[in-house]
């Protein structure tokens, strides 16, 4: 390519959205220049995480097989805690991981998974260029030609904001304004090493396996959670809280995650683990409620985290998955359309075909559940007390268990009727 | 035209280095990166070659894993780049590594200039500017912190412990800078396009018929830990406590 020509397509970021669509696109033959800011691929990507495979699967058939990932999860879990005590809901399931087909998903560190994923759209012709920091775009008669990094400009038909949440690149294409903290949340987390044998057995996992777990009740009432992915021979542990709240707590992140580690039913999973890394980063919250009314404009295309494209449903966070899909749709949006112009709005339709848009709505309702503040404090409190009650024999002679209950809802400041209404809510959400 | 060569260094990334319970090192998961002081050879060449109208161009002596170095190294400004693939440079002594770059050079043709850094950021062994001009007959000006060029004559400035002294040589030379001598930009994005493009030529161990078995043998490594004393003085008034560190450290014989 000479210095005047231009390329088909550029792509602001190299995360799991750009990557998908860079590799779609090569693959289709198109010239495509990837442009991440950090000195590889991941480098400056942090995720729970997990990774469902289905995803992988729909960028080439297979190749979850080879991908870098860490643990196929079969075992997922739940995990209520309050001070001093916990319980842990382990779901087993042997079909998460068939004889046949790849698994329904893999634990995954990003700086790995990424770098991967890289290198394949670049064995399928993809060019990605990394260290460079994309600072604008090129509008020219209310159209998007290109892109500005430092001194540089470079030409496209279409340029991918695959730039991640709060997305710079869209906030400057006029598509999304500057996030509201109430629609973001902050994500920390620490890598903790730890022998595999270690990890299996405080587990409970075979060889290969892994677990997922949520943690409810871990962040003093506040909006949020925590969550625990076993690798290969590391943990990921983290919490995810509303920088709002925090803020009006006082209490800082880092302080609320140091009690979180050293809490007596969490302490002893990571015990003798050393930890290797660690980091922060925004996921959105809103889910559908979120989208910008626009994901894409003449020239331009949102997707993945850059679009809104996360399902936070308090159990589990999707995002990579949404982020690929989202990248293949735009791929095949460009090539559908001889006239680039087009490229939207049949990005629009693919991601229908993809299923991507439909999942996104039928999850919309989680929001609302995840609002009930009640969640984070008085229910695993009370659930927690509950268990205590029952499992409590101390010579005395036990209240009977509706007694029990009714105390314990006052204690917890529950009226019936609140319980009946959250439930409704709850109920409608799903 | 005039020819610059840059040598630079394929070095382990500093920040990826763990040093495991038992003081042994561990460096899995470790990445690559032209050593940081090479970094500002790559510059200086450039600009040298800037004064001098000629052709910087870049050479290292690496395994295989080095060739992703080339990239990185001609987004620098450099036009060409040169490498040496062996395994043996990960055994290499101060010998082996200048016998080898010094026959490459030699390959290459004509050159006008060669720039090295004072030390490589991992051995720092300051061996490898001396060591290249003895094996190519070459004048050796090291510890340079800046530099000028007035046709074929070089003057540079040698920051030394406590002076700073200015020497000049005729063209061809060698010099070793100092990290002090410039800042080198990060490349741009034109920069990182094109360095794929630019003309890169590896040589292999055979091609350049020199003995690459070090004299040197590196028999262990091993990180080692500072052994702190950890004294708190918190008896007394605070003048008295500043008394007693002064004591203390006197005693150490530090003051
Ligand atoms: C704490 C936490 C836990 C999560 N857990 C999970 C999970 O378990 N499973 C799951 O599926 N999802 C999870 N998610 C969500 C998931 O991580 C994201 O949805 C996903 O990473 C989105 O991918 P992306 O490619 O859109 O964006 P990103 O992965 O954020 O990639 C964006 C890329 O763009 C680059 N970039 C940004 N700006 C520029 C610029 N101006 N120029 C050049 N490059 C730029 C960045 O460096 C980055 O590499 C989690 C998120 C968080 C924060």
Known sequence: MSETEKFDAIIIGAGPAGIACAYTLAKAGKEVLVIERADNPGGKNLTGGRLYTYALEMLEEGLSEEAALERKVTHEQIMILSEGRGTTIDYFDSGFSPYEGPPQSYTVLRARFDEWLAGKAEEVGANIVCGIRVDDVIEEAGKIKGIIAGDDEIYSDIVIAADGVNSFIAQRAGLIPDIPASSVGVGVKEIIQLDTSVIEERFHLQDGEGAARMILGCTEGLHGGGFLYTNIDTISLGLVLMPEEVAAAGKPVAELFQEFKNHPAIYPLIAGGSTVEYGAHLVSEDGYHGLPKKLYREGLLLVGDAAGFVINSGYSIRGIDLAILSGIAAANGICASSDIAKAGPQYIKEMEKLNLLPTLKAASGYRDLLNIPRIYSNYPYLANDFLGNLFTVNGEVAAPMKKSLKALLKKHNISFWQLFKDGLRGYRAL | ?255
């Open chain 2, 1 to 255: 035209m005039a020819r610059i060569v840059a040598c630079y260094k394929w070095v382990i990334d500093e920040s990826d280095i763990k040093v495991n319970p038992d003081l042994s090192i561990n460096l899995q998961n470790s990445k690559g990166k032209i050593s940081d002081y090479d970094k500002n050879a790559i510059e200086a060449a450039v600009n040298a070659a800037e004064l001098l109208e000629g052709k910087p161009v870049g050479l290292t002596f690496g395994n295989s894993k080095c060739k992703a170095s080339l990239k990185d190294a001609l987004s620098r400004g450099l036009e060409e780049a040169y490498f040496i693939n062996s395994e043996k440079a990960d055994k290499a002594d101060g010998r082996v590594t200048a016998a080898a770059l010094a026959t490459a050079i030699q390959e290459m043709g004509e050159v006008d200039l060669v720039v090295c850094a004072e030390g490589a950021s991992d051995t720092y062994a300051r061996q490898t500017a001396p060591r290249l001009g003895a094996c190519l007959d070459l004048p050796v000006i090291s510890s340079v912190n800046s530099f000028t060029i007035e046709g074929k004559t070089l003057t540079a400035i040698r920051k030394l412990d406590d002076c700073l002294e200015t020497v000049k040589v005729e063209l061809p030379a060698i010099i070793a800078v100092l990290p002090e001598i410039n800042h080198p930009p990060i490349p741009g994005l034109k920069a990182v396009m094109n360095a794929g493009k630019k003309k890169m030529v590896e040589f292999a161990e055979a091609d350049l018929k020199v003995d690459l078995n070090p004299k040197n043998q590196v028999l262990d490594l091993q990180a080692y830990v500072m052994e702190r004393k950890n004294i708190v003085f918190a008896d007394g008034e605070l003048t008295e406590q500043v008394k007693n560190l002064v004591i203390a450290l006197k005693k150490e014989g530090v003051i």
